[in-house]
């Protein structure tokens, strides 16, 4: 897709938004005049991070152009938004929080390139960034040669675990078997119609989901599985296929601008999602801004965030995102998830009163935090994933989602999950 035509995908305040966001790759967030001392800089940097006295320096590391600036757009904005409340509330032991952004630009040898810039030239303390798989699996490697910390905000496949990496987002035990089981046992779904974009996440998704589909849920059966390059518009083909075999079940991993074209495409094909079931783990309010709420009301998404939650702590973080990015601007899970990152590791900072990678990684088991918009959040005692809540949505018109169900307890991360590797 031509960066014209992507481009064209956006909401007008959205391309605004994408075409300030480029313009300044260095943002210092500091509108808090004065701050507490904290500990000094020896004690708190001992491995040459970007640390002085008074400022501590993060990348932000996100696609701000190309296919995944659907997706990606809400979590630059999330990470912004979180880090302007930890400066304006004092800032970091005593530092306030210096912001290096990086355009991943939807293509995964940037994402290391921009990365390993971040660490090896820039020094920075943490990196808050990523989205798709492709972009942490080619970023992973230089975390670990340079020894990096990154909060990566998406749900995704599980089948890793990283001393360099904390996981905001759930991963497949939370969404893709948990999903399943309720469709399964509350509509009775028994066939399944996989459609995916063709990279890691959902391809392992979909593997996952077909064990799952064809050997724990009974009399279950995948009856097609289909997967389109990044950026693909063309759906009529598979959409044709959807309506020769009648599934129970639409199963959705389509990410980025791709979900416009397929939603407008499904519903132009005479498909009613009021009467034929859609479940998606992959489309959220920020990809609905883009496909409009008339092409997608009626399909179902599994997320653990859902911006009409209603809790206070929710309640304050969505006044505060449209204070900062405007009253149009709408809020989906991996948002709320890179809004999760900035603040996990400032408790995590001030649990260990470092900045170190090696004192992070190894104070991160157990750090809670009880302001988290989807309610209480905790890092794993061990796996550096969080424990939370799975909440099922249907979509409206307005492009925002009725909560139909949520599980009563958190649910422990197992990202090797026993019979799904």
Not at 187 to 197: R, Y
Not at 288 to 305: F, L, P, R, S, V
Not at 380 to 391: E, I, K, P, V
């Amino acid at each position: 897709m031509s960066e014209e035509k992507n481009r064209g995908l956006q909401s007008p305040f959205r391309r605004k938004v994408l075409v300030g966001m480029a313009a300044t790759p260095a943002i210092s967030l500091m509108s808090s005049p004065s701050f507490a001392a904290g500990p000094p800089t020896s004690a708190v940097n001992t491995t040459g991070l970007a640390v002085t006295d008074t400022e501590v320096t993060v990348g932000i590391l996100h696609s701000a152009t190309g296919t995944m600036a659907i997706s990606e757009t809400g979590s630059i904005e999330a990470e912004k938004l979180a880090i302007q409340q930890i400066n304006d509330a004092g800032g970091i032991l005593g530092r306030q929080i210096k912001i290096i952004q990086e355009d991943g630009a939807s293509d995964w040898p940037t994402f290391a390139e921009k990365a390993k810039k971040l660490l090896v030239n820039d020094k920075v303390a943490a990196i808050f960034g990523c989205w798709t798989s492709a972009s942490r699996k080619a970023v992973l490697p230089v975390l670990e040669q340079y020894n990096g910390m990154l909060y990566y905000p998406t749900f995704y496949e599980g089948l890793e675990q990283s001393k360099n990496v904390i996981y905001t987002g759930q991963e497949a035990t939370q969404q893709i078997l948990a999903s399943l089981d309720w469709v399964n046992k509350t509509k009775n779904a028994k066939t399944f119609f996989m459609i995916g974009s063709d990279y890691i996440w959902p391809r392992t998704s979909n593997k996952i989901a077909r064990k799952h589909i064809e050997g724990h849920l009974e009399g279950c059966k995948v009856v097609g599985e289909e997967y389109f390059p990044l950026g693909s518009t063309q759906f009529n083909s598979v959409i044709n296929k959807i309506k020769l075999t009648k599934p129970d079940v639409i199963w959705m991993d389509v990410v980025g601008g791709s979900n416009v074209a397929f939603y407008k495409q499904l519903k132009a094909s005479g498909i009613d999602l009021s009467k034929q079931l859609l479940l998606t783990i992959s489309v959220t309010e920020d990809e609905i801004d883009g496909i409009g709420g008339e092409n997608i009301a009626g399909a179902y998404a599994c997320m653990k965030y859902f911006q009409s939650l209603k809790n206070p702590n929710n309640e304050a973080f969505v006044a505060a995102f449209h204070k900062m990015w405007g009253d149009k601007t709408v809020i989906g899970d991996v948002t709320q998830a890179a809004y999760l990152g900035p603040h996990l590791w400032k408790l995590t900072a001030e649990k260990c009163q470092s900045f170190d990678v090696d004192k992070i990684a190894a104070a991160s088991g157990g750090v809670e935090f009880k302001g988290a918009p989807e309610g209480y959040v905790r890092i794993h005692d061990t796996n550096h994933h969080l424990w939370s809540r799975t909440r099922i949505g249907k979509a409206r018109l307005d492009g925002q989602f009725d909560v139909v169900y949520e599980t009563p307890e958190l649910i422990e991360p197992n990202p090797f999950p026993k019979g799904y590797q």
